[in-house]
């Protein structure tokens, strides 16, 4: 079937910008999960969503970073006020629960700030 | 809060050679350790995964074993080939997101 799906692929904004970076997960899955992989810091969790639960939003960098989760599938994730250390390759992922469940990855958007 | 620890950060052996990548956890909480393998400009993909309550798993060509009471698990790679030229990461978790070791580049030479 379908895997998590993520739009757009890449994204070049300018500095001091929004950004709205989308992510469709597998049909079913309740629990939906960003990361942010950059060169420095590797793979950094940021946000996740279990069904109609508040998010934990404890991996959030600063409050430049919200997300949203509409009707427990697609979810948007935006960066007000790009800053320059915001480039990196944002996931998303999705799995059946969230704990002992895998986490199933989109390919990602990359995102540049010029 | 969780903290993996994964090495080495590149690893290079001879085809048909084992690898074997090692992480260590903070977290005596954590109880699911996935393994993730990510090639060149896609996301990471789930190989293999081990929970608390067991000590080792094997699937074909891959295993991973888990020591709770150290706080390590390792990935091992048997026979490898050239498509198992990737970069590995190692995660831990409790219930909420994932915290990823820093990943390590495997190399196969023919």
């Known amino acids: 079937g379908a895997g998590v799906s993520q739009s757009p692929s890449n994204k070049v904004t300018e500095k001091g910008k929004d950004v709205e970076l989308r992510c469709d997960p597998i049909?079913?899955?309740?629990?939906l999960y960003w990361y942010r992989q950059s060169l420095g810091q590797g793979l950094e969790f940021l946000i996740y969503?279990?069904?109609?639960?508040?998010?934990?939003k404890s991996g959030l960098p600063s409050d430049r970073f919200s997300a949203e989760r509409t009707g427990g599938s697609v979810s948007t994730l935006t960066i007000q006020r790009t800053q320059q250390e915001d480039s990196a390759v944002y996931l998303c992922?999705?799995?059946?629960?969230?704990?002992?469940?895998?986490?199933?990855f989109g390919p990602g958007t990359r995102l540049t700030v010029t | 809060g969780e903290n993996v620890e994964q090495h080495p950060s590149t690893l290079s052996v001879q085809e048909g050679d084992s690898a074997v990548i090692k992480c260590t956890y903070s977290?005596?909480?954590?109880?699911?350790f996935p393994w993730y393998k990510q090639e060149l400009g896609k996301g990471p993909q789930l190989i293999i995964d081990?929970?608390?309550?067991?000590g080792e798993k094997k699937d074909q060509r891959i295993a991973v074993t888990l020591n709770k009471t150290a706080k390590h698990f390792s990935l091992h790679i048997t026979e490898t080939q050239p498509e198992d030229s990737a970069v590995y990461f190692c995660?831990?978790?409790?219930?909420?997101?994932?915290?990823f070791g820093k990943g390590t580049h495997l190399i196969i030479q023919p």
């Open positions: 992922a999705s799995s059946v629960s969230p704990g002992l469940y895998e986490q199933y």
């Open positions: 049909s079913g899955h309740t629990a």
């Open positions: 969503f279990q069904g109609n639960s508040a998010p934990d």
């Open positions: 977290d005596s909480a954590s109880n699911y």
């Open positions: 081990i929970r608390s309550n067991v």
């Open positions: 995660a831990a978790s409790i219930t909420d997101g994932l915290t």
